[in-house]
């Protein structure tokens, strides 16, 4: 996001990798992480260039950020898609027209054809929209990729299960015998002495 905020060819490209990137945490459905990467985002982002250019920043804090989150929440709640989209569509439309705002007042943008100055406000509404239907499904789209990939580095696919418990041992049966074999081998040395005794005296 701060190469596309300094680099006008990386502009467009950098709003669209950094919202990438923060779907990384939410693919191990960490909603408080993906929300802090966000705002660990903007704060560094303000740092390189948010400031100075905050025109080209604000579609990025106030939309393209957040848009990873709340696609997100809409699948893990099973939100109205129907419902949701309009809401989306509506919020990226208003982004735009508020985008489009500040970048006239900054570059004092010259339009190709007189009659877009009259109509450009619809057109960014009827534009965004189309757009932005087509921008949702991407979305949605490379974070099930991400979903994806993440899963294929944790090789187990989620948690690592714990061990089994084993069966409690009878310790004293492993460390000293169990009194019987004790004495089984008592009783067999006992004899053993006892013949070798016996041999000794025939022998005298």
């Given at each position: ?170 310790d004293a049966d492993e460390i000293f015998g ?8 008592n009783e067999k040395q006992n004899d053993g ?12």
């Amino acid at each position: 996001m701060a190469i596309g905020l300094n680099i006008p060819a990386a502009f467009a490209s950098g709003y669209l990798f950094a919202s990438i990137a923060l779907m990384l945490p939410l693919a191990k459905d960490m909603r408080l992480g993906g929300f802090l990467a966000y705002a660990a985002t903007s704060l560094l982002c303000l740092l390189f260039g948010g400031i100075q250019q905050f025109y080209k920043f604000v579609p990025f804090l106030a939309f393209f950020g957040l848009h990873p989150l709340v696609n997100y929440l809409e699948h893990r709640h099973g939100w109205n898609r129907w419902l949701v989209g309009a809401v989306k569509t509506i919020w990226f439309v208003g982004v735009m027209e508020l985008s489009w705002w500040l970048f006239d007042r900054v570059l004092a943008i010259e339009l190709p054809y007189a009659w877009m100055n009259t109509w450009i406000w619809l057109l960014i509404a009827v534009g965004g929209a189309v757009f932005f239907i087509f921008y949702d499904w991407l979305m949605m789209r490379c974070q099930k990729l991400v979903d994806f990939y993440v899963s294929k580095v944790d090789r187990t696919g989620g948690r690592r299960q714990q061990p089994k418990p084993q069966p409690p041992r009878d310790d004293a049966d492993e460390i000293f015998g169990s009194t019987e074999r004790n004495d089984a081998q008592n009783e067999k040395q006992n004899d053993g002495e006892k013949e070798e005794k016996r041999d000794n005296g025939e022998g005298h």
